[in-house]
């Protein structure tokens, strides 16, 4: 870790503790504004969001371009940048929304899960700063903060709906009731299907991360030219697997290659296409399945692949079938964001949740562990 950026982030952290600050948390008054913090992977998103008036500012720092060079995200370059970019964009967000401290009710961080030098940046100021400045600070669920992104939107879902989780480290079905009220449906036995976009992004020589490059690349294809696998969807069940199919488009690649192992652009577009459309329908059938099997007729897409434009339209027709209606975020709240957290933490200090003293990271953690708003939260 370069000890210059980090004594950097100390000093940073020390004049922002020492901003005139709120003496205590009002509950009583039933609204609050809170400062959300994202840093589970390679992106920093900083957000405040206030209960009565929405989202007041975000902004967010991609570190695409570092980690761009080695194909995928490297974690301990994530962490310094993250050490770089966290305190000013706090500033910024807080500036541009015209906020001081002692505006701010509680602080809202990413605990997990994610990759823990990453998240252990922004558990660090995210507890430093609610010590600082006397209010309380959450560890919010990553994938809490996903799923309820579609929140934000001016027409939210209404619970129950069943929920489809799909980023870079997960695909998830769930079923929602309420925050913190999670059934885990079903799930990816090998690979997530962000992660499945992103390795056949770099097998047709993409740039990292490959998903919104390869549904790019895909409009240009021909739907009719390839017919690949729909895995795991004549088995019971809502598990999903997306490896062979990674397999599969690997040794369509090499067919396809010429004597120099390259493909023509054309013949590029069609395996994107195909892949893209394995993935989308693989996804619309255990969707279509999971609302059979809750009865439920809402369904809500969040994460990274949410932003895809084909998956939304499929799953459009998929609930068409029940009757029922599809939620999504818009595309910039799809993908990592500090608004979901702060969203997320929101609403658990508004339920009087909140963590004591320690700093949280938790790489691994299993969302359907979370309390539900009603309990008090239980500690690490
Ligand atoms: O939710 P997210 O930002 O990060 C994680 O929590 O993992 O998801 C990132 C993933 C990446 O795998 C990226 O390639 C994928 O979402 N993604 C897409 C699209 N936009 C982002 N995949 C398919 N189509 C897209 N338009
Ligand atoms: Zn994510």
């Known amino acids: 870790?370069?000890?210059?950026?980090?004594?950097?982030?100390?000093?940073?952290?020390?004049?922002?503790?020492?901003?005139?600050?709120?003496?205590?948390?009002?509950?009583?008054?039933?609204?609050?504004?809170?400062?959300?913090?994202?840093?589970?992977?390679?992106?920093?998103?900083?957000?405040?969001?206030?209960?009565?008036?929405?989202?007041?500012?975000?902004?967010?720092?991609?570190?695409?371009?570092?980690?761009?060079?080695?194909?995928?995200?490297?974690?301990?370059?994530?962490?310094?940048?993250?050490?770089?970019?966290?305190?000013?964009?706090?500033?910024?967000?807080?500036?541009?929304?015209?906020?001081?401290?002692?505006?701010?009710?509680?602080?809202?961080?990413?605990?997990?899960p994610g990759l823990v030098g990453a998240l252990l940046v922004g558990a660090a100021v995210g507890r430093s700063l609610g010590m600082g400045w006397n209010v309380p600070a959450i560890g919010v669920h990553h994938m809490e903060g996903h799923l309820l992104a579609p929140m934000l939107e001016p027409e939210p879902p209404t619970f129950p709906f069943v929920a489809l989780l799909v980023s870079g480290g997960h695909t998830q079905l769930v079923q929602v009731d309420a925050i913190g009220e999670y059934s885990l449906l079903g799930e990816s036995l090998d690979d997530a299907a962000g992660e499945a976009f992103d390795k056949v992004g770099k097998m047709l020589g993409l740039p990292y991360p490959g998903g919104p490059h390869v549904a790019r690349l895909a409009t240009q294809g021909n739907p009719d030219r390839f017919d690949f696998p729909r895995p795991m969807v004549n088995?019971?069940?809502?598990?999903?697997?997306?490896?062979?199919?990674?397999?599969?488009?690997?040794?369509?690649?090499?067919?396809?290659?010429?004597?120099?192992?390259?493909?023509?652009?054309?013949?590029?577009?069609?395996?994107?296409?195909?892949?893209?459309?394995?993935?989308?329908?693989?996804?619309?059938?255990?969707c279509g399945r999971a609302l059979e099997h809750t009865g439920l007729q809402t369904l809500i897409i969040a994460g990274g692949v949410s932003a895809n434009t084909r998956l939304r339209e499929v799953l459009e027709s998929t609930v068409s079938k029940v009757h029922g209606r599809l939620f999504y975020a818009q595309p910039k709240y799809c993908t990592d964001n500090g608004a979901m957290i702060a969203y997320a933490g929101c609403q658990r200090l508004l339920a009087g949740q909140q963590d004591d003293l320690q700093i949280q990271a938790r790489p691994r953690w299993s969302l359907e562990s979370l309390p539900p708003l009603n309990t008090v939260a239980k500690s690490a």
């Open 235 to 286: 088995r019971p069940g809502l598990d999903f697997s997306f490896s062979g199919l990674k397999t599969y488009v690997r040794n369509t690649i090499a067919e396809e290659s010429d004597a120099d192992g390259k493909l023509d652009e054309q013949t590029r577009a069609d395996v994107a296409r195909a892949f893209e459309q394995a993935v989308v329908s693989t996804l619309a059938i255990k």
């Open 1 to 112: 870790m370069g000890i210059v950026p980090f004594f950097g982030m100390i000093a940073a952290l020390s004049a922002l503790c020492a901003m005139p600050h709120r003496a205590s948390l009002n509950l009583e008054a039933n609204t609050l504004i809170v400062l959300g913090i994202e840093t589970s992977c390679d992106e920093t998103g900083i957000a405040i969001y206030d209960s009565e008036r929405g989202l007041l500012g975000d902004a967010l720092f991609s570190q695409v371009d570092i980690h761009a060079e080695y194909g995928g995200v490297i974690p301990e370059l994530a962490s310094r940048d993250h050490i770089r970019k966290t305190l000013p964009l706090i500033r910024q967000v807080m500036d541009e929304s015209g906020l001081q401290a002692e505006d701010i009710d509680g602080v809202a961080y990413t605990a997990g």
